[in-house]
């Protein structure tokens, strides 16, 4: 360098490599491409590396947050293999996840189909599927029968036991309901999986859905608590939680998606004297706006919602594309150690 060059503090010359692509790779050798790339594949790569490490630590207590449309995009067996392995403390997650797990539980369907119809307008398209008894999620159907199955399952099997007491927590709502999709699931033989709530009863994972009246499952709940003594109580489930939080010598979170899940696993952190050590978040929102499901977790460092020193990556893209592509290559990566 001569004398007149400026002296380059920021730059450390790490030349892109190229990712490289070849029949029979595992999702792990790809991922490992992906890192020697640059722009969202280095971001995928680095978020692999974190969750591979916060799965790994014995002593990091594990939380996922699960927001969007994860169920009916087909995402619900990775959730219930995570469970099942060991691989969730803590899940986080909407009711209408827990509703649509429920309902592929006893016997529903979610199916393929279109966002829209090459020879229809969208507003004719969606009045079509809304005469033939259909909802649309994206390119999702979901035949509405399946609903009133679900509702049905809601006041014969699940609601009326929680009635008996004098009030319960979200928490204990929602065990009960995978208490009796398991036991649904096995009676009638369904051939599908028992699910997500399912797999959290029968591993003692508890489930949080802190805005369960924002869904088909919440208000089955409100309108049993209009006949019967059924009385839910939002705050029951803070005390647990935070213990759990103030107990554990480490902390990690796998954040999919935003909204109430992403915000009520991070602030656990605000009411105890840790934080999160290990940080993997998967969105497609934009922090410019200012709101929480975009929000970077480098700011939630400064919430003081994740350590100083703690190890995070953001990744930008479509969930249920990225989720399994994270989950694999750790899962992978983890078995190689």
């Given amino acids: 360098m001569s004398d007149e060059e400026t002296p380059r503090e920021e730059f450390d010359p790490d030349p892109i490599k190229h990712a490289e692509v070849q029949a029979g790779m ?42 969007g449309a994860m169920v009916p995009g087909g995402m619900r067996s990775i959730v219930a293999d995570l469970i099942r392995d060991g691989h969730v403390d803590v899940l986080v997650t909407t009711g209408a996840n827990l509703t649509h797990d429920a309902i592929e539980a006893i016997g ?33 159907y979901l035949p509405q029968e399946h609903f009133a199955e679900f509702e049905e399952h809601m006041r014969n099997n699940v609601l009326p036991p929680l009635a008996e007491k ?4 979200i928490q204990e709502l929602t065990a009960k309901l995978g208490e009796e999709n398991a036991r649904v699931n096995k009676e009638k033989n369904i051939d599908e999986d028992s699910g997500i709530a399912a797999a959290a009863y029968e591993n003692g994972v508890p489930i949080y859905c802190p805005a369960v009246q924002d869904s088909i499952l919440g208000l089955q709940a409100w309108m049993h608590s209009q006949i019967s003594n ?37 602030q656990t952190m605000l009411v105890v004297p840790g934080a999160y050590d290990y940080g993997v978040q998967l969105t497609m929102d934009s922090k410019q706006t200012g709101g929480l499901s975009g929000a970077s977790l480098e700011e939630a460092r400064s919430w003081g919602k994740i350590e100083k020193d703690a190890k995070n990556a953001t990744v930008y893209a479509d969930a249920t594309i990225t989720f399994p592509l994270v989950v694999a290559a750790a899962r992978e990566k983890l078995n190689n150690q």
């Fill in 166 to 169: 004098e009030k319960v927590s």
């Fill in 108 to 140: 529903g369907k979610h199916h393929h189909g279109r966002e829209s119809a090459p020879d229809q307008d969208q507003r004719d398209h969606d009045e079509q599927l809304r005469e033939e008894g259909v909802d649309r999620i994206y390119n999702v």
């Fill in 230 to 266: 059924l009385t839910v109580d939002a705050l029951g489930d803070m005390s647990d939680l935070n213990d759990m939080a103030f107990e554990a010598e480490r902390a990690g979170a796998l954040l999919v998606g935003g909204g109430v899940p992403k915000n009520y696993t991070l």
């Fill in 26 to 67: 595992t999702v792990q050798e790809l991922v490992e491409g992906y890192g020697n790339a640059g722009i969202g594949a280095s971001s995928l790569s680095d978020a692999v590396d974190i969750y591979a490490e916060m799965l790994a630590d014995d002593e990091a207590l594990s939380f996922l947050s699960l927001a």
